[in-house]
DNA sequence: GATACTTGTATCCAAAAGGATACTTAATAT
DNA sequence: ATATTAAGTATCCTTTTGGATACAAGTATC
């Protein structure tokens, strides 16, 4: 394999890797619905349409467990849960924005035709 | 519904139609061998590790419906078949871009842990 | 004439992702 | 005492995605 070859190979690897964290319907739509201020369980299901407790759950733990956001307790009375993207979670934004206007351009397109 | 909520709705949707076109663990490889030299249906197969005939014939497709590629018959002797990215599927750089570089600043956060 | 290569397709199957609905547990509000 | 809210979980099911393997049609090569 030349070297040109391995690259590439790293390349796919990298994107792979990406998709598998951030990849999916669900997981960039809950971190900006986070990240645009909606901190608790209910607050984030309303703003995105269609998802459901079970998918809301199970997402969020994933985004968690790959430190893109965080879950904390807040003691007050009475007590909640609070998630917030952490600082490295903010970096998706190099991502997020690419993907969204792509997807509005591409909807043009489609639309075009 | 207030317009900011509107706004953020819009976005969630444009995310989800780029997922939709470009999402899952191939089609972005794909495209990518493509684009750096790979044209026919075997080179594409052989440069990207682990993948099937099958699931590269039915990206293949999804991908050239969407204007992302076209494939072409070459009437030489023997004819064969041939891959390209049209213009249109270069712009999607700007999406691969950021998706390669993220992956590889997460692969360091994970082994960092 | 037999064999190999190319570009797929056909079948079948497994795993992952996503969805519907009901329920829980603790706390608070009426 | 009853009802409501919050933050999920539990079950069950459907759809989508991906994978294994075999095969096919046409051409070319031995």
Known sequence: MTTEEKRFQEKIKAIQDTMFVIGGKWKIPIILSIYS????F???SNSI???TNRVLSKELKHLEENFLIIRSIVSDY???IEYAVT???LG??????PLESWGKKHKQKIKGK
Request: proline share 9%.
């Open 37 to 40: 201020g909606n901190k608790r």
């Open 42 to 44: 209910n607050d984030i």
């Open 49 to 51: 349409p269609k998802i």
């Open 78 to 80: 009475p007590v909640r």
């Open 87 to 89: 600082s490295y979670g």
């Open 92 to 97: 998706l934004e190099e991502i997020a924005k």
